[in-house]
């Protein structure tokens, strides 16, 4: 018996010790003949970020491993922006319109020779550097603008308007998915932070903004809209109602010819008591009054602590005294460091401008925050 049980165990003793050198001898050759088989199968950013991520295992001498090439590619910029300085010198950039910041465009049109290049430039440009040439500088003044040319005029118009100038990381939408809802930028340097204000100008018995912007932020939301029957009322502990608008005229009241009672945004910021409060957001739909009213606030310094504006613009004409009307006011909205964040082309109204050779509206949705009065993340 113990013979039998010590030939047992001098069997099995044997047989390990051959499976090991088996083992030993073809383990080479079975993990090179695997990785062939991985390579195949394998998407080609895997196999990058298997082998870049092997090479950074063997650095120990580093405290973190660094973000391979494959991880750059799939991961959001937000995280991106969590490796050293990406995040404040991305929020630099984007504080001046500068044409250094721009991709170059091997044919974007010498600003000398606009007009006599104009309808070469017409047929043979790209969407691309259309809307890049509204960003070539800021928004000239008055003097200047008064020497363009009626398409020049245009084609600086449109493509501005196509184009955002800042970013917002995280944009929440306030109300109706489509006409009713507008976006807020919820990035920290702009987001509506208790105590706050919001103004809401044109509510057409829609206040589903309102509503959604008191409840979510915890604001007083203040709507205003002379078209509907309403009077003055309390509609929830967040939002109040009145029967008044906004206009243009400084100083007293006016009254128009539909019998409305419109009031300077500074007069009604003196009668609800905000003279120096700031404004967290103002939301204006009021079928054109937005362009005499915004003359004012610029003229009287009332946006400068305002943190959001929110602004759906209409009559956008082609013609060259609007043109030129239109361009100074989003000058004077630059100047003062308005930026848009967000731009929405309303889907009503869609029509063709002779000097823009692709599809325009007559009303845009235009988000800007100002960039002047952000809270700082440092």
């Known amino acids: 018996m113990t013979g039998q049980r010590n030939y047992r165990v001098l069997t099995l003793a044997v047989a390990f010790i051959a499976g090991c050198v088996v083992v030993v001898l073809y383990l080479p050759a079975v993990r090179e003949k695997l990785t062939k088989v991985q390579e195949q199968i394998q998407p080609p950013i895997l196999q990058e970020q298997i082998s870049q991520s092997a090479q950074d295992q063997g650095d120990a001498s580093k405290d973190t491993l660094p973000l391979t090439k494959a991880q750059k590619q799939i991961q959001p910029p937000m995280i991106q922006s969590a490796q050293g300085d990406v995040y404040k010198a991305e929020q630099d950039a984007t504080r001046s319109r500068s044409p250094v910041t721009l991709p170059k465009v091997k044919d974007t049109l010498p600003v000398a020779n606009f007009d006599d290049n104009w309808k070469k430039w017409k047929e043979d440009i790209s969407l691309t550097n259309l809307r890049n040439y509204g960003l070539v500088e800021n928004i000239p003044g008055e003097a200047t603008l008064n020497t363009y040319s009626a398409e020049r005029l245009s084609a600086i118009y449109h493509s501005y308007l196509d184009n955002n100038d800042i970013i917002c990381h995280r944009k929440l939408r306030m109300g109706n998915v489509g006409d009713g809802g507008w976006e807020i930028?919820?990035?920290?340097?702009?987001?509506?932070?208790?105590?706050?204000?919001?103004?809401?100008?044109?509510?057409?018995?829609?206040?589903?903004?309102?509503?959604?912007?008191?409840?979510?932020?915890?604001?007083?939301?203040?709507?205003?809209?002379?078209?509907?029957?309403?009077?003055?009322?309390?509609?929830?502990?967040?939002?109040?109602?009145?029967?008044?608008?906004?206009?243009?005229?400084?100083?007293?009241?006016?009254?128009?010819?539909?019998?409305?009672?419109?009031?300077?945004?500074?007069?009604?910021?003196?009668?609800?008591?905000?003279?120096?409060?700031?404004?967290?957001?103002?939301?204006?739909?009021?079928?054109?009054?937005?362009?005499?009213?915004?003359?004012?606030?610029?003229?009287?310094?009332?946006?400068?602590?305002?943190?959001?504006?929110?602004?759906?613009?209409?009559?956008?004409?082609?013609?060259?005294?609007?043109?030129?009307?239109?361009?100074?006011?989003?000058?004077?909205?630059?100047?003062?460091?308005?930026?848009?964040?967000?731009?929405?082309?309303?889907?009503?109204?869609?029509?063709?401008?002779?000097?823009?050779?692709?599809?325009?509206?007559?009303?845009?949705?235009?988000?800007?925050?100002?960039?002047?009065?952000?809270?700082?993340?440092?």
Not at 327 to 356: M, P, T, W
Request: hydrophobic fraction near 35%; aromatic fraction near 12%; charge should be neutral.
């Open 185 to 378: 930028c919820d990035d920290y340097e702009w987001r509506p932070v208790q105590p706050c204000i919001i103004y809401s100008f044109g509510i057409n018995n829609d206040f589903s903004f309102d509503d959604e912007s008191g409840a979510i932020y915890g604001c007083d939301v203040y709507a205003f809209d002379p078209s509907m029957k309403a009077k003055t009322y309390k509609r929830s502990d967040r939002v109040m109602f009145y029967s008044v608008g906004i206009g243009g005229k400084s100083g007293d009241p006016e009254t128009n010819k539909k019998g409305w009672v419109l009031h300077s945004f500074s007069n009604i910021r003196q009668m609800l008591n905000h003279t120096k409060k700031v404004i967290d957001v103002v939301k204006m739909d009021v079928e054109s009054a937005e362009w005499p009213s915004l003359a004012t606030m610029v003229k009287e310094q009332q946006l400068d602590n305002v943190r959001q504006l929110l602004v759906e613009f209409h009559e956008m004409s082609d013609a060259t005294s609007r043109l030129l009307a239109h361009l100074i006011l989003f000058h004077d909205l630059e100047r003062i460091g308005l930026r848009k964040f967000y731009v929405s082309k309303n889907v009503y109204g869609h029509r063709k401008a002779a000097a823009v050779p692709i599809l325009r509206t007559s009303s845009y949705e235009i988000h800007f925050v100002n960039d002047n009065f952000r809270r700082s993340p440092f």
